[in-house]
């Protein structure tokens, strides 16, 4: 039986240095990635997108003749924008590069100007939702690219009209590259071993609602349609028990993470604390520091009334290594209605007790 993808190793990343044999063996694992993402997420399979990933392909040196290329990535195109060249449209992407992954919307510079034209006609006619949906984009930034060259970032969570309708016009010009991206430090990903590939359907399933509305596939309203025929109004369940839960609609979720976060932060800082937000590339969401003294805090936060939370292997093994500077801070009972709703419960120092932890899910390894 074919072993499936394990997640990142030190290798993947060492081996993109512009030399064949690191070309090859990247361009290997990464097909090994996208066959197994593919097989455990039909939503991405060929009836939907047309997948494809990067070929060792070689390109022009600075004096040194040839160098084979220096990243590698796995293109998802929705299959209504057709076969013939993939890499020429508008895609979902995921690629490696020495430093790190990324996830984001690419666009690439070998795109048809009328391919590009009708994106930006798409977009610009539903700009208020598709600002709406951007916003709930976590560090992510949009970039515009002259070839090369960076001439317009700004961050997702921050974007306005007219920063969009300015990236929206720059995309259009001969020779430019559009992007939403979002990047992860090497170290980080090779430390959520096989999880990462949840990492990688969490990051597309939050681009794919601003993708298919740029590409055209949705319907009229807030209901946005995608191409799997549920809308984002589908995912919003009823909840079912007392815990924190999974079924919520994805915006929803975002939203009460936000407005966790947002009074944590005041709650250490009225306490005197200097905070950090550093969620984006540690198993912990605040660093906090006074004097001497350093806090670190997990933070969640749930419109339940906070007698059971959702916490990760990851937020659990980092806990456990560091006891004595852990803290923990709950936001129940969340009202996204009403502003500064919601009940604060702090433990702190936050030691996590075996007791205290029931499984909910578990990773079946296929030998």
Known sequence: MTV??????????????????????????????????????????ASKFYSYVSRPHRRAGRGKGVLYSDFHWIGFTDSRLGKENPHSSAQLQVSIHEDGVRFLIWIDKTAEHRMKLTIQRNTKRNLPLAIKLIRTLNNYDVCVFDDEDLVKKFACKRATSNDMQTALSLMTESGSQFAIVRDYDSIDVIGKGSSFIYEIKDGFDQLAPIYRLMVGARTTGEAYQDSYGKSEKDDEFERVGKGQGFKISKIKRKEIENTAMKQAKKHFIDRGWKVKDVHSNHHYDLRCSKKNKQLLVEVKGTQNRGTGIIITAGEVKFARENPKKMALFILHSIDLDKPRSGVKKVINPWIVNEDELKPMLYMLEIK
């Open 4 to 45: 499936g993808f394990r997640g990142f190793i030190e290798k993947d990343f060492d081996s993109c240095v512009a030399k064949r044999s690191g070309a090859l063996f990247v361009s290997k694992r990464m097909r090994l990635l996208r066959d197994t993402f593919v097989g455990k997420y039909p939503a991405y399979n």
